[in-house]
């Protein structure tokens, strides 16, 4: 997003590190720029959607100018490496082949019970004792009715809302 705000000093290597740049607009004034770069991100990058039970990962995002829409990174790591959330459950939802997507409120009912009821084999604790808060991933619409991926798997995946990150694996860990 580019401001109208013009510049005449020279201070784009300056700007550029606290996430401002300046770009010259059509009548070549200068403007400042927000750019968001992108985050740094430990693993190998992979669609959400390939992560299965016992995986760890990080997730980031950032505003691509160019492409003028939000960016989400995930990125697998070992469990004994830092990371951000740890998947702990999978369960595919209810449904034949060619049925019609339940609506998001049902599906994120189901995918709650789900990942709320295989939380406490995984970590040992019961949830509302637990350091642990849980998430998950579901289908979208798209993703349910596509007539080839049909996917319907809840993986389920819990981290600590007090550290950004954490090493070793959550399971078993009674916390």
């Excluded at 959330?85 to 449904?95: L, R, S, V």
């Excluded at 350091?131 to 991933?137: D, I, K």
């Amino acid at each position: 997003m580019a401001s109208a705000c013009s510049s005449t000093d020279s201070t784009d290597g300056e700007n550029a590190s606290n996430g401002q740049g300046s770009a010259s607009d059509s009548s070549g004034t200068d403007v400042e720029v927000n750019v968001e770069a992108p985050p740094n991100v430990p693993g190998a990058p992979l669609n959400p959607f390939d992560l299965r039970a016992g995986q760890c990962f990080n997730e980031g995002s950032w505003y691509d100018e160019v492409l003028e829409r939000r960016i989400d990174l995930t990125a697998m790591v070992e469990c004994d490496q830092p990371h951000q959330k740890e998947m702990y459950h999978e369960a595919e939802f209810p449904a034949p082949a060619g049925a019609p997507y339940p609506g998001e409120a049902k599906m994120t009912e189901w995918s709650t019970q789900v990942c709320y009821e295989a939380f406490v084999g995984f970590v040992g604790e019961e949830y509302e004792l637990s350091q642990f808060e849980l998430g998950f991933l579901q289908p979208t619409e798209a993703t349910f009715e596509h007539e080839v991926g049909r996917h319907r798997r809840v993986t389920c995946y819990l981290f600590d809302p007090s550290q950004e990150v954490v090493t070793g694996s959550a399971k078993s860990a009674g916390v």
